[in-house]
Nanobody
Framework: QVQLVESGGGLVQAGGSLRLSCAASGRTISRYAMGWFRQAPGTEREFVAA????????LYADSVKGRFTMSRDDAKNSVHLQMNSLKPEDTANYYC?????????????????WGQGTQVTVSS
């Protein structure tokens, strides 16, 4: 079992920045890929970013590429998502997730454990 707890969400103006964190417990995340997803009301959960178990490979959705940066800190059993140049369309509940592979994947169904999410609201 892996428990995931996200933090760092909030209300920010367009163009601003937020840094999301995801703390894992129950088992180490070392050597396992981790992902960030988001879901706005009335929409399906969508892929945002994922990092490989080694940290050497990171994938991003086209909509956030160049603005968001995902990182991992295995010593603290956590991952982060630095979000810059935020846009109103980034408004959503953001979730981190654990996948039992060492390569990053974009498909939500591949992930076994999910956090409860943290809300990000970007005002125009």
């Amino acid at each position: 079992q892996v428990q995931l707890v996200e933090s760092g969400g909030g209300l920010v103006q367009a163009g601003g920045s937020l840094r999301l964190s995801c703390a894992a417990s129950g088992r180490t995340i070392s050597r396992y890929a981790m992902g960030w997803f988001r879901q706005a009301p009335g929409t399906e959960r969508e892929f945002v970013a994922a990092v490989s178990g080694s940290g050497g490979m990171t994938l991003y959705a086209d909509s956030v590429k160049g603005r968001f940066t995902m990182s991992r800190d295995d010593a603290k059993n956590s991952v982060h998502l630095q979000m810059n140049s935020l846009k109103p369309e980034d408004t959503a509940n953001y979730y981190c997730a654990w996948v039992p592979y060492n390569i990053p994947v974009r498909t939500p169904a591949s992930y076994d454990y999910w956090g409860q999410g943290t809300q990000v609201t970007v005002s125009s």
